[in-house]
């Protein structure tokens, strides 16, 4: 860092430099002066009329003539007088214009203070002049040109707020902004800092002094973790022990001197960090859907056009970038970049779009708008599709083979809980060269995120609510790159966060970093740091990287977004996303970050360890269903756990995410599962001991018999369209059949392969104790085990003497099928047989007094149904005592939780009603399948359904 002296006088000198010449208008903290109403600006450069890119929350207004190369940042909050500073680059030749109050009428003569005047290339000699006039201020370059500061904005002594005239929301191409000059660059970092510190921020203001001192806290937590690590020089002491000292001065008059002094050594020493050293960053310019949900922000049919690939070259040192979108393609959006491990080639989602979509509604217009992955030469520029159709695919990875894992809509499906439509995204896999795509999940919702951990496995975020809340279970799951050994990583019995996304492997270490975000918006939020090993449930293996935003709709309400078209950043917010669910040792009270920027969100990390990463950041606040989100909300910055983070980039165009180093990097070892057989139609599955399961089954109901379920894929769109039985949004389902459980607790049996399912533990009477609300799946010649049912995996199996499980020591069970009406599930088929022979000639209609059981229509199904299902226990979402969830205790739903039984028991005692083995079978396999009616999606077969007809039910 240079000697010592050399550095102290360097410190001082910007104390100096600020301290002189100071007026009222500058410190950050309210004034007791009058304030005047906001006064609107039109902006003209070159006697062309110009509107900001957009504006922001932060108070970042910024326009640009790309012929004459003039720029102009002028920032400031309306609400806070005084706040306001313009920093323009004028060529040589150009001219700047700012006019005030146009249309309000009257005459007003702008004050105000010029801070430097820069020449072209930085230095501190220029010749561009300014000049105030009645209604208007003009700046001027002459031959040299350059750029300056003006700040203290005033009339008649009184500081004065501005309101920038701004852009109207527009469906065009957003238009990324030129290369910034380093004048413009300086005051985008410097405002970034007013704005972290909430100086003259319009919320939670702070003065100088306060700023300081929470700045030089983190700075010393921050210094003694690089001093742990080894990542401090002796330079880098010396300067902190000479910071201390010059904040510790007690002159007024030198706050904000001795404010910028702090931050400009902070910025020094964050990005000293070899951790930052970074030759280049890769990184995306990316409009956001225009609606923001976990679901739609992916779809091609919600792309909004604008971005493309870039690289930041020397983060930290300037905001000089490479354009490395290829230019072949069309305006479009471009998403989820992936780097080779020799970082030669970058593979990339794009989805062609020539106007973003009025709304999130597939038409017409945008139903051929599909993103689609090309690979993108590095050395040559050439640029190739590796996916085309009919499907969305995107978020590629590149697995240690050269073979591709990505999410693809390929397999099919829509999603339960909303309209769309919403296709259903899951992994697949394609090779190197793009053929023989194919699915390798085969989970019934969607999937997000795939990312390779350091051990070779993939983990990436599963929506898993079967029969269970539709919000708060989209938490991470591993697998292996060939689809086998699908399993829960984190939070499948987790409410707070909503949801973990963007996951990532951190170099040397089991961690991961990853996003904790919403469910009703597109996956931004709070940055955390996992420890799988602390637990797979609850916040105890959380560690919250950033602190200072909770997590998005768990804790933090979301913000209800607006329609597309007006949407911006200070729309009134009258909605809120929140979760009714209060999980303990979660953050109840707002941040100071967040009272001050509200809805404020990290997004996309990429982990350089455990506690310093890139990141993107936004002031603006996070908006969910069923709105857009600004599209310029988002920088790069360099951040630390301490809470320290530094602007590397921002385009006040357009966001800037996914940014990751453009570097080579060691690939983990190639993982397979040893026993896959593509010849196989089937797999086994072993369970070693369903006593061992969690939470523990009861003692006097023991298991006998897994009954296993299959789950349908959702062919049909929107929510309860059409129904399937009482619970809403309910998963369709069908029965293959049962399987036995030794005496030892074991099991060991075949299941179709490619298809999910899940399992209930069956007593000697054939009723389920307890139910699995989520499913798995196995590919063809798989064999999977697990220790019991719902196995806690913090807690190692015992196992009895030496010999195998009795499971093991025969063939692997073949399922046997249920009865007649449980495959295609059919409750007419099922059920009213039952009825027909037991009930219906007491229960036919025709005595007002009696329920009517018989299998005439009612609405979407029939009267015995609707009659009965109100004594049935099911589970569904929206039920009361929150669906006994997250983690179901035994008994709770099925024939074992209902009053069916005990009511025909009781009410029946005369003898007049005989159930046989076979009628109890029907009855329990329909309230322990969630008392479903239809066994399909299919509007035509379920007419044929609903009279009783059989069909032949679906293939998944």
Known sequence: MGDISARKAWLLSWVWALAIGRSVFAEGQAGALPVKEPIPVDVQLNRAAWLPAAGSAAGVWFYADRPSGAQVLFTGHATVPGSWRLTAAVPAGAEVRLEFGRGVGGT??????????????????????GRAEPNLLLLRAGSVGGALTLREFAVEGVPVGFEPRRRPYSRAPVVDSPELHPAIVEALVEWDWRMQDGIQTPRERRTYAEATAKNLRRL???????????????????GWRELQELGSEKDDSAAEARWLAVHRWRRQFVLGNPLFRLSSL????????????????????????????????????????????PASLPAGNFMTPELDYDAGRILFAYCPVQEAPASWDFNEQTRGQRYHLFELSRETGRVRALTSGDTDNFSPVRLPSGDILFLSTRRGGYHRCGRGPCFVYTLARMDADGTHARSVSFHETQEWDPCLLNDGRVIYTRWDYVDRNAVHYENLWSTLPDGGAARIFYGNNTWNPTGIWEARSIPGSSRIMATAAPHHGMSAG??????????????????RLTPDVRFPESEEPLAHGSPPATADFDSPITQFWKSPLVEPGGVLEATEEERRWPGHCYKSPWPLSESFFVVSYSYDRLVGEPGPNIPNMFGLYFADAFGNKELLYRDPAISSVWARPMARRAAPPELASTSLGKERDTGTFFLQDIRQGWPYLPTNHPITALRIVQVLLKTTPNADSPRVGAAFAAPGKQVLGTVPVEADGSAHFEVPARMPVLFQALDAEGRAVQTMRSLVYLQPGEHQSCVGCHEHRQVVASINGSLPAQALRR?????????????????????????????????DGKDP????LTGEPEGDFTKSYNALVRWVSFSAWNRPDNNFEPLTTPLRFGTLGSSLPRFLETSHGDGTMQLTAEDRERLYTWMDANALFYGTFDVAEQRKQLVGLPIEGPAE
């Open 811 to 843: 063939a692997p069970s073949r399922i046997r099928p249920g009865p007649e009406g449980s495959r295609p599930f059919s409750y007419p088929r099922l059920v009213q047989p039952v009825l027909d022979r037991q009930c219906v000639r007491c229960h």
């Open 526 to 543: 709070s940055i955390v740091l996992l420890d799988s090993s602390l637990g797979i449930d609850g916040l105890a293996p959380l560690r």
């Open 108 to 129: 007003t003569r702008i004050e105000y203070r010029s801070s430097r005047v820069l020449s072209p290339d930085g230095s501190a000699s220029g010749d561009v002049e």
């Open 220 to 238: 010393e937590t921050l210094m003694a973790e690089r001093v742990r690590l080894g990542l401090a020089s002796v330079g880098d002491a010396a």
């Open 849 to 852: 007094q009696r329920t009517v």
């Open 282 to 325: 890769l990184f995306v310019k990316h409009v956001p859907s225009v609606m923001s949900h976990q679901l739609t922000q992916v779809y091609g049919y919600c792309a909004r056009p604008g971005g493309g690939l870039f690289e930041l070259l020397e983060p930290g040192k300037g905001m000089r970038i490479r354009d490395l979108t």
